[in-house]
């Protein structure tokens, strides 16, 4: 994946943390990628940074959606492109939003007043409200770690109504 990709993914996943929180943030800029969180924002007169994690099913399906992302992959118009075929679909993600926790938890940041981790979960099969809610009751949130609030951040299927949730998670002493 090309940076300049990965950076406008980073501040859409951003961006869309904030309106889902009606928070009154304001964009300032990226992460610096020497200690900093992805994205820095101005929220009442505190600089807010957001380090992002992206989760997919497994690497080959990560490789897939940026491969169309750089135009790598050309897809008709109207066209099925098979992103994922395994097996187990909510355990798969559920591994993968787990390891991505555990990773971004043992980093420290600098350079703000505020970190928040925010999970992106990309993961079409598993999106339903169900499903999300029964994962976020198993996982498991170290209990040192210097961020904030921490939250998974995912779209709902089409049925459910399409629109990208944001739940903050919490370690299992303080649910």
Request: glycine residues 6%; aromatic residues 8%; charged residues 30%.
């Amino acid at each position: 994946m090309t940076r300049h990709l990965k950076r406008q993914h980073e501040i859409a996943v951003c961006n869309r943390l904030v309106k889902n929180l009606a928070l009154p943030a304001r964009f300032l800029r990226e992460g610096n990628d020497r200690g900093e969180p992805d994205v820095i924002y101005s929220c009442e007169n505190e600089l807010l940074g957001i380090e992002v994690a992206t989760a997919y099913y497994d690497d080959s399906q990560a490789e897939r959606e940026w491969s169309l992302a750089r135009g790598k992959i050309h897809a008709p118009k109207g066209s099925v492109i098979r992103i994922w075929s395994g097996e187990n679909p909510d355990e798969k993600i559920f591994a993968r939003i787990q390891r991505e926790i555990q990773e971004k938890c043992c980093r420290t940041y600098t350079g703000v007043d505020r970190v928040w981790l925010c999970v992106s979960q990309q993961a079409a099969l598993s999106g339903e409200s169900h499903v999300v809610d029964a994962s976020v009751e198993r996982l498991l949130i170290p209990t040192a770690h210097g961020f904030e609030r921490i939250y998974l951040h995912y779209q709902a299927p089409s049925h459910e109504g399409g629109e990208w949730h944001s739940i903050e998670l919490k370690s299992a002493d303080s649910r």
